[in-house]
Nanobody, 120 residues
Framework: EVQLVESGGGLVQAGGSLRLSCAAS????????IGWFRQAPGKEREGVSC????????HYADSVKGRFTISSDNAKNTVYLQMNSLKPEDTAVYYC?????????????WGQGTQVTVSS
């Protein structure tokens, strides 16, 4: 069974940092793409970042470039999202999901999400 479990969310002041983890099981972790998404109250879900399993390339939304860093530890089957210089507008539930590629293929096996709250 393919399963993704997010953790690491919490409450932080603006300018602070958090590191989210996405622990994966049940599939060839290093062959697939893992993406981070977020959904704020009243807003649509948006893509935040993705790491490609095939070549390790990384991708970021413009809103988080230079502040967030995605990485993977294949030995632990875990993808991380290091979030620095957090802003109140980063407040959302953060989810990870798996796909074949970072773009052009559907996302699935969504985790349950982890809440990130950034206070001003």
């Amino acid at each position: 069974e393919v399963q993704l479990v997010e953790s690491g969310g919490g409450l932080v002041q603006a300018g602070g940092s958090l590191r989210l983890s996405c622990a994966a099981s049940g599939f060839a972790f290093d062959d697939d793409a893992i993406g981070w998404f977020r959904q704020a109250p009243g807003k649509e879900r948006e893509g935040v970042s993705c790491i490609s399993g095939s070549d390790g390339s990384t991708h970021y939304a413009d809103s988080v470039k230079g502040r967030f860093t995605i990485s993977s530890d294949n030995a632990k089957n875990t993808v991380y999202l290091q979030m620095n210089s957090l802003k109140p507008e980063d407040t959302a539930v953060y989810y990870c999901a798996v796909s074949i590629y970072c773009s052009g293929t559907p996302w699935g096996s969504w985790g349950q999400g982890t809440q990130v709250t950034v206070s001003s």
